[in-house]
């Protein structure tokens, strides 16, 4: 539930649970965002040319600095090719409250309701919303303040202390946080606040802050500018998901794979200035498990809120912000949401498992659609639906920066003083590359087992799917329906709409033959499912079938890192929800390589490290 803000008779914004407003300043706050927080940490002069910048904020409140920040950085020409903005909150406000804040700022509103868009679902964990282009990141970190920075990773260039009243609201300015924003600084991090409480100031200098009173934003006299310039040498340990050694600056990389891992992860290098060469066996991309007719993105909820609960929701989010930037709705994909039944449970909602715009109980008229009794356990998933993966390939590697190589059958890596050669059978040499992310799926296992005295535990998973074509009155809903297996329909085809079913699951096959004992079992699966539609089905022709291998490891969790040195990283293993997973698991690896804040928490970070 949204955090209530009463709105004053000044037009000011007021949190009842503090007692306080939410900027003092009336008229709106922008002076003070401006002239406290974004002036005061020398903004936007000293982000010029950077690559990227972090902005680091303790209090979102309703989003103002962000804006402000963000409208900065638009109207600078020499702008930091990337722009992280780090926000913890514990009590978010809803949409509307964030857009009724900027009313009176024509310059912000569009900004605003790119914002409000995307202002949803914010249980607490981490968030990562994009806009331009993914070239402003806005991480939002909900829960409170000091175990949130803990929970976060990634080092900060300027630092906004907001917050309620120290009086009022005395956590998120007391020692422990502002331990916690120290441990998120660089020597020369600027930090900026409007309160000049000596308690503050005396706490910031105990974590190794100079500290300097200067002239404040009225009403307020004074406000506080900062630096980390610790006396002392920090004590670092080093944790499994930062990058060892110095960053590398963009150049020529190479990926193995060209499917939807491989796509990925080079989408997001070539977004931050890489030249990638992509090399594959096939002679064309999306030719392996990519080539699924279509499948499902969705979150994954359970009661326990395992990791692999809290990345498909992060996934989910990642990849339906990726689709409606690169792909044609209703062609290419369906932002159409998916009801999950929950056959092996007793009610319709496993204990702790939160009711939001993520995920909540299927209401009766969404099971009525879908053929079912109105008490038939399901969840309905929002954030969810189906895409063509092969069209998602070829948009993705469709950048000025990628180069596709075809016909590329690697057979081993071999280290070199400089990075990795590139093997094919016999010891031809294919290429040589200081950066290589392999992302071959299935195929990943024997590549790495040439390069690495012990290679990470990767399985084949067989899959096979059915389709046809879909008869004009199919009793089937208008959005995917999965739990037990998974229905698809309609989806676009080259011969009109189809309706799509599966998987089977093969564990260790890599075969990709067509098998009648598949097929019967994923038609056995979809009369369990949705009885209406298998019925219905069974009077038509037989389906059509399709196979392919997938790639996991025994725990379930992805692959996305670094695998050894020099410059040898993976990006693999995404079992049946590579649709979920790869597009946030190639932005994390991303992250990782160039030191930037990770769009997950560092605990999941380490889960899904390669080495773990």
């Not at 702008?79 to 009590?91: I, K, M, N, Q």
């Not at 969810?384 to 000025?400: D, I, K, S, T, Y």
């Not at 979809?526 to 539609?533: F, G, K, M, N, Q």
Request: proline share 10%.
């Amino acid at each position: 539930m949204s955090e209530p803000v009463e709105w004053l008779a000044d037009g000011a914004p007021y949190n009842p649970r503090y007692g306080d407003r939410y900027r003092s300043e009336a008229g709106g706050g922008l002076d003070q965002a401006r002239g406290v927080f974004l002036h005061g940490c020398g903004l936007p002069g000293a982000w010029a040319q950077h690559p990227h910048w972090t902005i680091l904020e303790t209090g979102f409140g309703l989003g103002l600095n962000f804006l402000v920040a963000w409208h900065a950085w638009r109207g600078d020409p020499a702008r930091p090719g990337r722009l992280h903005f780090v926000s913890v909150e514990a009590h978010p406000a809803s949409a509307e409250d964030l857009l009724r804040s900027v009313a009176a700022h024509a310059e912000l509103q569009p900004l605003a309701a790119e914002l409000a868009a995307q202002y949803w679902g914010l249980r607490p964990g981490v968030h990562r919303l994009r806009f331009e282009q993914g070239r402003v990141l806005l991480t939002l970190a909900i829960g409170e303040a000091a175990p949130m920075l803990r929970e976060l990773a990634g080092e900060a260039d300027a630092v906004f202390l907001d917050g309620f009243s120290p009086a009022l609201n005395p956590g998120i300015w007391d020692l422990a946080t502002l331990k916690a924003v120290a441990r998120h600084c660089r020597r020369g991090t600027r930090l900026a606040t409007w309160t000049v409480a000596r308690a503050v100031r005396d706490a910031l200098a105990q974590c190794g802050f100079q500290c300097e009173r200067v002239p404040g934003v009225p009403p307020k006299r004074e406000r506080l500018q900062a630096v980390y310039a610790p006396t002392w040498t920090p004590r670092h340990r080093p944790q499994p998901w930062e990058h060892a050694g110095p960053l590398p600056a963009p150049g020529r990389c190479t990926v193995l794979g060209a499917g939807l891992a491989g796509a990925c992860v080079a989408r997001a290098l070539a977004e931050r200035g890489w030249q990638v060469e992509v090399l594959d066996a096939a002679p064309a991309p999306a030719a392996g498990a990519s080539a699924l007719p279509a499948g499902l993105f969705a979150p994954h909820d359970t009661a326990e809120d395992t990791p692999l609960s809290q990345l498909t929701r992060a996934g989910a989010r990642c990849t339906a912000t990726l689709l409606q930037r690169l792909l044609a709705p209703g062609v290419d994909f369906a932002l159409s949401g998916v009801l999950e039944r929950r056959l092996r449970s007793a009610g319709a909602r496993p204990a702790g498992t939160p009711d939001d715009r993520f995920s909540r109980p299927a209401p009766a008229d969404l099971l009525r659609l879908a053929g079912l009794d109105a008490d038939a356990p399901a969840r309905w998933h929002a954030l969810a639906g189906w895409v063509r993966p092969a069209r998602l390939v070829q948009a993705l590697l469709r950048h000025p920066a990628i180069a596709f190589r075809g016909g590329c059958a690697v057979a081993r890596l071999q280290p070199t003083d400089r990075g990795w050669q590139l093997q094919g059978a016999g010891g031809a040499v294919l290429g040589d590359t200081a950066l290589l992310v392999v992302a071959g799926g299935s195929g990943s296992a024997a590549l790495l087992r040439t390069a690495l005295d012990a290679p990470p535990d990767l399985r084949a998973v067989r899959g096979q799917v059915s389709f046809g074509p879909c008869p004009p009155d199919l009793p089937a809903p208008p959005w995917p329906v999965n739990g037990h297996g998974h229905f698809i329909a309609p989806v676009p085809g080259d011969d009109g709409p189809r309706w799509i079913t599966g998987s089977s699951f093969g564990r260790g096959d890599e075969r990709t033959d067509v098998r009648d004992a598949d097929l019967a079992y994923n038609l056995d699966r979809l009369a369990v499912l949705l009885p209406a539609t298998a019925r219905a089905l069974a009077q038509h022709p037989p389906p059509q079938a399709w196979a392919g291998v997938r790639c996991a490891a025994p725990d379930r969790l992805p692959l996305a890192g670094p695998l050894a040195p020099p410059g040898l990283w993976g990006l693999t293993a995404l079992g049946a929800r590579g649709l979920t997973l790869a597009p946030l698991m190639a932005e994390l690896l991303a992250a990782r390589l160039h030191g930037e804040p990770l769009p997950v928490p560092a605990r999941l970070a380490a889960a899904v490290d390669p080495r773990r």
